[in-house]
């Protein structure tokens, strides 16, 4: 009966029988039939240091769909260290290893990934309107290969704006801090610059691409008279939180934030949905992609709730005092 059956089962047999070589060649054949691991590119424009708790939200999520690093996932890591123009070349190279889904967790970052392929499933993060910047056909039915997460809100900064005159309404000058490259940068200011007109404010523009430029760029606004300050949504500001809230602090400024990690540092305010919370989202919708789910079945993912944060440590050390007013809209105060 042995010697009508194929020769690699009579193989098996035999050394089964004879008690000698079959643990050698039972797991080779059972480790060749197991499928491939999936491979996850992860795409920022900031730098692994400065997005270390997001990340670690985003593996959560993975961990909790069943996918763990190093055991059934492989992720390739990209960083453009806050120089945007690294990242076509980075997309470029993780559609080459052709991974299984690309998570693109900035907006550069998503653009990106976007223009580099329209195969591989993208899932994104998105401080600007996906529709807009062209990442998605409409935010309930994106088409195509991406979706994912946005924080945007039409006339974000104009809320932010509103906060700072309420906190110091004698500002008459406004600095903005913007980095040039970021895509939505344009919308930004134009929201901002609008708001100001009917605070009857003055709002200077100053650009910084990168570290390197936060101490020249505080310098000029306080030259300009600049009494406060508004720092829009940017991967290289959240990056180097640390020191660009030092500088501020350093130049006396009342400012307000994008995102709640620069008031958890020192920063003054922040009016934001949470950048830790889009992570993790975005850890759930790649666990959904690598189950078989088509990201233009899966609804880009919108903010339901914007938290307002005052430090008042900081406030004390500018000298100000805040408004019972403010205090009471205040969905957390760090003490």
């Given at each position: 009966m042995i010697e009508n059956t194929p020769l690699t089962y009579r193989k098996l047999v035999r050394d089964r029988e004879n008690k000698s070589g079959f643990l050698l060649v039972w797991p080779l054949a059972a480790r060749a039939q197991q499928p491939a691991m999936p491979v996850v590119g992860f795409l920022n424009s900031g730098t692994r240091e400065g997005f270390a708790h997001f990340l670690a939200a985003f593996h959560q999520s993975l961990n909790q769909a069943g996918f763990v690093e190093g055991r059934n996932l492989a992720i390739e890591y990209r960083w453009a260290e806050g120089q945007y123009d690294r990242l076509t070349a980075l997309a470029a190279d993780l559609v080459r290893r052709q991974v299984t889904v690309i998570a693109a967790t900035t907006t550069p970052a998503a653009l990106a990934a976007k223009a580099a392929t329209s195969m591989i499933p993208i899932v994104f993060t998105s401080a600007a309107d996906p529709v807009t910047v062209g990442l998605v056909a409409s935010l309930s039915r994106p088409g195509g290969n991406a979706t994912g997460?946005?924080?945007?809100?039409?006339?974000?900064?104009?809320k932010r704006l509103?906060?700072?005159?309420?906190?110091?309404?004698?500002?008459?000058?406004?600095?903005?801090?913007?980095?040039?490259?970021?895509?939505?940068?344009?919308?930004?200011?134009?929201?901002?610059?609008?708001?100001?007109?009917?605070?009857?404010?003055?709002?200077?523009?100053?650009?910084?691409?990168?570290?390197?430029?936060?101490?020249?760029?505080?310098?000029?606004?306080?030259?300009?008279?600049?009494?406060?300050?508004?720092?829009?949504?940017?991967?290289?500001?959240?990056?180097?939180?640390?020191?660009?809230?030092?500088?501020?602090?350093?130049?006396?400024?009342?400012?307000?934030?994008?995102?709640?990690?620069?008031?958890?540092?020192?920063?003054?305010?922040?009016?934001?949905?949470?950048?830790?919370?889009?992570?993790?989202?975005?850890?759930?919708?790649?666990?959904?992609?690598?189950?078989?789910?088509?990201?233009?079945?899966?609804?880009?993912?919108?903010?339901s709730k914007f938290d307002f944060l005052i430090n008042l440590k900081t406030a004390k050390a500018l000298g100000l005092t805040i408004p019972s007013t403010l205090l009471a809209l205040a969905d957390e105060v760090i003490e």
């Amino acid at each position: 009966m042995i010697e009508n059956t194929p020769l690699t089962y009579r193989k098996l047999v035999r050394d089964r029988e004879n008690k000698s070589g079959f643990l050698l060649v039972w797991p080779l054949a059972a480790r060749a039939q197991q499928p491939a691991m999936p491979v996850v590119g992860f795409l920022n424009s900031g730098t692994r240091e400065g997005f270390a708790h997001f990340l670690a939200a985003f593996h959560q999520s993975l961990n909790q769909a069943g996918f763990v690093e190093g055991r059934n996932l492989a992720i390739e890591y990209r960083w453009a260290e806050g120089q945007y123009d690294r990242l076509t070349a980075l997309a470029a190279d993780l559609v080459r290893r052709q991974v299984t889904v690309i998570a693109a967790t900035t907006t550069p970052a998503a653009l990106a990934a976007k223009a580099a392929t329209s195969m591989i499933p993208i899932v994104f993060t998105s401080a600007a309107d996906p529709v807009t910047v062209g990442l998605v056909a409409s935010l309930s039915r994106p088409g195509g290969n991406a979706t994912g997460v946005t924080n945007y809100l039409t006339d974000l900064g104009a809320k932010r704006l509103e906060l700072l005159h309420q906190l110091v309404p004698k500002a008459n000058t406004i600095g903005m801090l913007v980095n040039p490259n970021y895509p939505d940068i344009e919308s930004q200011r134009k929201d901002v610059e609008e708001a100001a007109r009917k605070f009857g404010q003055r709002v200077h523009v100053v650009n910084a691409a990168s570290v390197d430029d936060f101490d020249k760029v505080l310098a000029t606004l306080v030259q300009l008279n600049a009494s406060a300050l508004l720092v829009t949504t940017d991967a290289v500001f959240l990056s180097r939180r640390d020191r660009l809230v030092g500088l501020v602090a350093h130049y006396a400024l009342p400012a307000v934030y994008a995102q709640r990690d620069f008031v958890e540092v020192g920063g003054l305010m922040s009016y934001a949905a949470s950048v830790a919370d889009g992570y993790r989202q975005a850890g759930i919708y790649v666990g959904r992609v690598l189950k078989g789910a088509v990201p233009a079945d899966l609804p880009v993912v919108q903010p339901s709730k914007f938290d307002f944060l005052i430090n008042l440590k900081t406030a004390k050390a500018l000298g100000l005092t805040i408004p019972s007013t403010l205090l009471a809209l205040a969905d957390e105060v760090i003490e």
